[in-house]
Nanobody, 124 residues
Framework: QVQLVESGGGLVQAGGSLRLSCAAS????????MGWFRQAPGKEREFVAA????????YYADSVKGRFTISRDNAKKMVHLQMNSLKPEGTAVYYC?????????????????WGQGTQVTVSS
């Protein structure tokens, strides 16, 4: 089992940057693929980025491609989401998720473990 705790959210102006972090517990972190999702007010939760167990395969939503970067450090049991050129539509609660298995996927239904979320607010 994996427990996830996100951090790094906050208030930022449009065009600014934030780095989200997700700390994982559990002995088998390296065997999990990881993902970031977000839920804006009044909207459904959506996929943002995913990374495979080794960190050499990544996927991004079209809306963040070229601006966000997902990475992981298996030794430290951490996953990060570097967010640059933030836009007001990026305002949402961002969730870290873990999926047993090596392959990164975009479907949130395939992720078994979720963090509590961290709020990101982008002002215009």
């Amino acid at each position: 089992q994996v427990q996830l705790v996100e951090s790094g959210g906050g208030l930022v102006q449009a065009g600014g940057s934030l780095r989200l972090s997700c700390a994982a517990s559990g002995r088998t972190f390296s065997s999990y693929a990881m993902g970031w999702f977000r839920q804006a007010p009044g909207k459904e939760r959506e996929f943002v980025a995913a990374i495979n167990w080794r960190g050499d395969s990544t996927y991004y939503a079209d809306s963040v491609k070229g601006r966000f970067t997902i990475s992981r450090d298996n030794a430290k049991k951490m996953v990060h989401l570097q967010m640059n050129s933030l836009k007001p539509e990026g305002t949402a609660v961002y969730y870290c998720a873990a999926r047993p298995g090596q392959v990164a996927v975009t479907s949130q239904t395939l992720y078994s473990y979720w963090g509590q979320g961290t709020q990101v607010t982008v002002s215009s």
